[in-house]
């Protein structure tokens, strides 16, 4: 098993930043791909970026390319999303995921079998 938190969510201005973070426990050992996901009100969950647990590739989403970054720290177990000139469109509840599957289908929410339990995003104008 495999758990994940969460942090770093929180309210900021247009054009502003924040870091997420997301820390995984359990059988860390096996997972192959961690992910941000993030879901607005009224909208699918939808993805966000993701990287390879081992050789740290990343993928994004069109709407976030240039903007946002996702890192891993494999000694400590966590990944990040830093998110650079927020959007207010990117308001959402941002989920890590990850999975213990060798598919390559990153953006896929079906392949992730573990989930945290969401941090609050909150872009103002």
């Known amino acids: 098993q495999v758990q994940l938190v969460e942090s770093g969510g929180g309210l900021v201005q247009a054009g502003g930043s924040l870091r997420l973070s997301c820390a995984a426990s359990?059988?860390?050992?096996?997972?192959?791909?961690m992910a941000w996901f993030r879901q607005a009100p009224g909208k699918e969950r939808e993805f966000v970026a993701a990287?390879?647990?081992?050789?740290?590739?990343?993928n994004y989403a069109d709407s976030v390319v240039g903007r946002f970054t996702i890192a891993r720290d494999n000694a400590k177990n966590t990944v990040y999303l830093q998110m650079n000139s927020l959007k207010p469109e990117d308001t959402a509840v941002y989920y890590c995921?990850?999975?213990?599957?060798?598919?390559?289908?990153?953006?896929?929410?079906?392949?992730?079998?573990?989930w945290g339990q969401g941090t609050q995003v909150t872009v103002s104008s």
């Open positions: 990287t390879s647990w081992s050789f740290g590739s990343t």
């Open positions: 359990g059988r860390t050992f096996s997972v192959t791909r």
């Open positions: 995921a990850a999975t213990l599957s060798p598919s390559r289908s990153f953006a896929n929410r079906s392949v992730y079998g573990y």
